[in-house]
């Protein structure tokens, strides 16, 4: 059965200095799911998320993407792999447009193409398909030469899902995408994510439980550093130990 | 004709400069010396305003320009342009090295870690007198024509002659730095410069980025001093000491950072002030001190930004039109 996930983890640990973030997370992450991490604050759920993505090295543990151990690697080494992220901090370029801000990250696969000093940027022209295609998908058609610090808040989460989607990754993680976000935008962005399960597999970090439980394919409950419980959205909310832990009425809706 | 202009007004802005140079000063040698420093503070800009590294190595680069030239030509019977071209090489070996030890740190320590390099080269010229001359400096170091097959193209023989050669350089650098900030890798900086945590999400490895505008930086840098050295005739210990890296630095923010005529306004600026305050007075930098405070405090944009801000006063249509256009 270990040949079905795309991405597997094993007794992932993060230390920093005496603080242990991390102690032993596994985790199997199968094809075109929706799997979500939840858990309470500081429960580890973006520092797994970072050894995961490479924003930093796991003190020890393996983490094998289709097949590759990439524990070692550096983020960028591992968006070459089919690997991106989002961030839960939003984190665009401000000055620059949307167009650009794509462009930039579309162009982020071929990284050594982005070193000739000698050729005129190709503002447009190269991604204009996959750009259009990732704009109409995110509703933000009308924004492309906006700059990005003109979007609302709600279009500015739209384009950092859409930051790690131009990179055309296999496995896409997502950290905390509606946070912050109006009624109107966070079921906006539910679609959205649930409409990319087609196309890749999906990891996420997200507060909203409502969210979590309609979309999920598998559910990862965190707790000070370790798994808790692992299932389907029905399993994880009929579990015991959830509601014990921490969330029960969140989960339950207070019945 | 009007679109191809506004295309290309940055290098015509360089144009009118390099003509009006001449007819502003008497001095050959002190027109000279403005596109010299021009060209260092060009390769400053393009760490500084590009790539948001504020590096005190400049000093480094610009010394071993002057002492490669100055080795080669007075040792050595090697073509005039074949030395400019080792030393432009050597000037960017050198600051690929510098850059590969400074970039491992950010902020501070990067810049102290330039500052450190820029005291070790300065002692290691100091302690070679050899080939540097030590305390004296390498003297001698003739002016040489510019000949191809046995034609003298360009005679170098008064100071006038001199300012055509190194304005003719100038403009050639000045067109192809303009090049490298439009091209994807200068647009990649400005990312790497704003936001950098975002660049290495998306696949860039920004070390190797920064390094190569380390070393682009390094050669212009390095050719500005090879310039300077055969202009006096003499590569002296004060080209690469650490009031070297300072003077560039200042001219830079001086001028402004992010576009490349705000350096040429701001050594044209430093370099003719202060031959005119330097008559004038013995104290003449603490003028600049005063000014760098001045520029830190209220102008940001340096000159350069000034007279931005003068031009949308005078007109504001136009300059709303231009603000389009501009580098973000």
Same mark, same amino acid.
């Not at chain 1, 905390?176 to 409409?195: F, L, Q, R, V």
């Given at each position: ?13 993060? $230390? ?18 929706i799997h979500s991490v939840i858990g309470p604050n500081g429960a580890g759920k973006t520092t797994l998320f970072h050894t995961l ?78 750009? %259009? ?5 995110? %509703? ?81 409950v965190m707790q000070l550093g370790t798994v808790l419980v692992e299932g389907t959205p029905q399993e994880v909310k009929g579990d015991?130990?959830? $509601? ?12 | ?43 400053? +800009? ?24 100055? #080795?080669?030509? *007075? ?22 090295? &510098? ?14 870690? =330039? ?16 080939w540097t001359g030590g305390d004296n400096g390498l003297l001698d170091i003739p002016t040489l024509p510019l000949t191809v097959f ?7 023989? *008064? !100071? ?34 704003? +936001?950098?945590?975002?660049?290495? !999400?998306?696949?860039?490895? #920004? ?30 210990? *004060?080209?690469? +000491? ?9 001219? =830079? ?5 992010? +576009? ?34 001045? &520029? ?22 136009? !300059?709303? !039109? ?7």
């Amino acid at each position: 059965m270990t040949t079905d996930a795309i991405l597997v983890a094993t007794d992932v640990v993060k $230390r920093y200095g005496k603080f242990q973030a991390l102690s032993g997370v596994s985790i199997r992450i199968k094809p075109n799911t929706i799997h979500s991490v939840i858990g309470p604050n500081g429960a580890g759920k973006t520092t797994l998320f970072h050894t995961l993505t490479g924003t930093v090295l796991p003190t020890s543990g393996s983490i094998v993407l289709k097949g590759q151990e990439v524990a070692r690697l550096t983020d960028y080494q591992r968006v070459q792999l089919g690997m991106a992220r989002s961030f839960q901090v939003t984190s665009l370029f401000p000055r620059l447009t949307v167009r650009e801000n794509l462009r930039l990250a579309a162009q982020g696969v071929q990284p050594g193409k982005a070193l000739a000093f000698w050729s005129k940027a190709l503002l447009t022209g190269v991604h204009d398909d996959l750009i %259009e295609s990732i704009l109409k998908r995110l %509703e933000l058609s009308a924004c492309i030469d906006k700059t990005s610090s003109q979007l609302s808040h709600g279009q500015q989460r739209r384009l950092e899902v859409g930051m790690a989607l131009a990179a055309q990754p296999q496995i896409i993680f997502l950290d905390e995408p509606t946070s912050g976000m109006g009624i109107d935008d966070i079921d906006a962005m539910k679609a959205i994510i649930h409409g990319l399960r087609q196309d890749l597999t999906v990891v996420l970090i997200e507060h909203n439980m409502g969210i979590v439980m309609d979309i999920s394919d598998t559910i990862t409950v965190m707790q000070l550093g370790t798994v808790l419980v692992e299932g389907t959205p029905q399993e994880v909310k009929g579990d015991a130990r959830v $509601r014990q832990a921490y969330l029960g009425n969140m989960i339950t809706g207070g019945r | 004709m009007t679109a191809l202009l506004c295309k290309h007004k940055d290098l015509l802005l360089a144009v009118l400069a390099v003509l009006i140079l001449p007819w502003m000063l008497k001095s050959g040698s002190l027109a000279s010396e403005v596109l010299i420093f021009a060209l260092a503070a060009l390769g400053c +800009n393009l760490l500084l305003g590009y790539a948001g590294l504020l590096s005190f190595g400049q000093g480094i680069f610009f010394g071993v320009g002057s002492y490669a030239l100055g #080795i080669l030509l *007075t040792r050595t019977g090697m073509p005039m342009p074949a030395v400019l071209l080792t030393a432009v090489v050597a000037g960017a070996v050198v600051a690929g090295m &510098v850059g590969w030890l400074a970039i491992r740190q950010k902020g501070i320590y990067f810049v102290m870690l =330039t500052l450190a390099l820029t005291q070790m080269f300065y002692f290691i010229a100091y302690s070679t007198p050899e080939w540097t001359g030590g305390d004296n400096g390498l003297l001698d170091i003739p002016t040489l024509p510019l000949t191809v097959f046995g034609h003298t193209l360009l005679p170098n023989k *008064t !100071a006038w002659d001199y300012y055509v050669f190194v304005a003719i350089l100038f403009l050639l650098v000045f067109w192809a730095l303009q090049r490298v900030v439009d091209s994807i890798f200068g647009r990649t900086l400005l990312a790497i410069r704003d +936001n950098p945590a975002r660049c290495t !999400a998306l696949g860039y490895d #920004i070390v190797q980025f920064k390094l190569l505008a380390f070393m682009v930086s390094g050669a212009v840098t390095a050719l500005a001093g090879a310039l300077y050295a055969m202009m006096t005739g003499i590569a002296p210990l *004060t080209s690469i +000491n650490y009031h070297m890296s300072e003077v560039i630095l200042l001219i =830079t923010v001086l001028g402004g950072t992010g +576009n490349l005529v705000a350096s040429v306004l701001g050594a044209a600026f430093y370099v003719i002030v202060s031959d005119w305050l330097s008559y004038m007075w013995p104290r003449w930098l603490l003028v600049f001190g005063f000014l760098l405070m001045a &520029v830190s405090l209220y102008l940001q944009g340096g000159l350069w930004g000034a007279c931005k801000l003068l031009f949308a006063r005078l007109r504001p249509t136009a !300059a709303a !039109a231009q603000r389009g256009e501009e580098h973000p």
